[in-house]
């Protein structure tokens, strides 16, 4: 099995940034997928970003340019730096770890006006 365990959540104000990490240890596969999604209260989970072990990105529409996700293979970990952020980016944010798929716990981002 897999475990994902995420951080770098909190609150911070509009425009501002944060970066969230996602550290997975267990059965790793050298080729794999890791990435975010997240859900705000109400709406439905979302795609945010989402990267192949070999650096290949997808993002969702509504964080194209603001958003980057990386990785570090050797350390098993995927970030999400995320710029200019925006009330409706508050949400809980999970990472993802594919093949399984696990998840992880998730990690609340709250962005103040």
């Known amino acids: 099995q897999v475990q994902l365990v995420e951080s770098g959540g909190g609150l911070v104000q509009a425009g501002g940034s944060l970066r969230l990490s996602c550290a997975a240890s267990?059965?790793?596969?050298?080729?794999?997928?890791m990435g975010w999604h997240r859900q705000a209260p109400g709406k439905e989970r979302e795609l945010v970003a989402a990267?192949?072990?070999?650096?290949?990105?997808n993002y969702g529409d509504s964080v194209k340019g603001r958003f980057t996700i990386s990785r570090d293979n050797a350390k098993n970990t995927v970030y999400l730096q995320m710029n200019s952020l925006k009330p409706e980016d508050t949400a809980v944010y999970y990472c993802?770890?594919?093949?399984?798929?696990?998840w992880g716990q998730g990690t609340q981002v709250t962005v103040s006006s």
């Open positions: 267990g059965s790793i596969f050298r080729i794999n997928v």
């Open positions: 993802n770890y594919v093949p399984g798929p696990y």
């Open positions: 990267i192949t072990s070999g650096g290949r990105t």
